[in-house]
C-alpha cells in the first residue's frame, strides 16, 4: 500500500513560458491525446482493429493567475492572442524538490480572457490563457534518486 508521504501534492508547482517563470495558481487540461479509427475486420470478428490516425486538433492547455501590479505582469501581457510559445515547462514540487516535470511543445495562445469586473465583490482579478498545443511529455522523477 502507497504511503500518504509518497503521494504527489497538486499544489505547488512552478511554470516558465519561453523561460519566464510565473506565478500560476490554477494549471487545466494538463493531458494530451490521440485520435483513433476504428475497423471491423472481416475475419476477426471478436473485436474490432484500433488504428490510429494523424492528429487534427490541438490539446488545449489553460493557465489561470492573479493580476499583480509587477513587472511579471508587463511580460505577461506579451502573451496575446495568436501568440507562439515554443516552451512551457510545468514543474511539480514536493518539499521544494522537483518531482515530475511537464514539457509542452508547439503551444499558441487561442484566448486570453480576465475575470469579470464587479464593484459589490471583494474578488481578484483573475487572468486565463488557453494555448492550444501539440504534445506534451512528463518526466517522473523519483525523489530517491
Known amino acids: 500500500m502507497a504511503d500518504a508521504s509518497d503521494l504527489v501534492p497538486s499544489y505547488s508547482f512552478e511554470v ?8 500560476f495558481t490554477k494549471v487545466t487540461n494538463l493531458s ?7 475497423i471491423v475486420d472481416g475475419g476477426s470478428n471478436n473485436s474490432p482493429v484500433i488504428l490510429r490516425k494523424p492528429k487534427r486538433s490541438p490539446d ?3 493557465l489561470e493567475k492573479g493580476v ?18 515554443s516552451a512551457i515547462n510545468i514543474n511539480v514540487l514536493r518539499n521544494g ?10 503551444g499558441v495562445v487561442v484566448r486570453r480572457e480576465f475575470s469579470p469586473l464587479d ?3 471583494s474578488a481578484v482579478l483573475l487572468e486565463s490563457l488557453q494555448i492550444a498545443h501539440t ?8 525523489v530517491g534518486l
Do not use: C, N
Not at 499583480?68 to 510559445?85: H, N, P, Y
Not at 524538490?97 to 508547439?106: A, E
Open 68 to 85: 499583480q501590479t509587477t513587472f511579471k505582469d508587463v511580460a505577461m501581457a506579451l502573451f496575446t492572442e495568436g501568440s507562439k510559445i
Open 119 to 121: 464593484a459589490l465583490e
Open 60 to 62: 488545449m492547455l489553460v
Open 16 to 23: 516558465t513560458l519561453d523561460g519566464i517563470s510565473f506565478s
Open 135 to 142: 504534445g506534451i511529455t512528463e518526466v517522473p522523477l523519483p
Open 97 to 106: 524538490k522537483i518531482v515530475r516535470m511537464f514539457f509542452v511543445t508547439g
Open 32 to 38: 494530451g491525446s490521440v485520435e483513433i479509427e476504428t
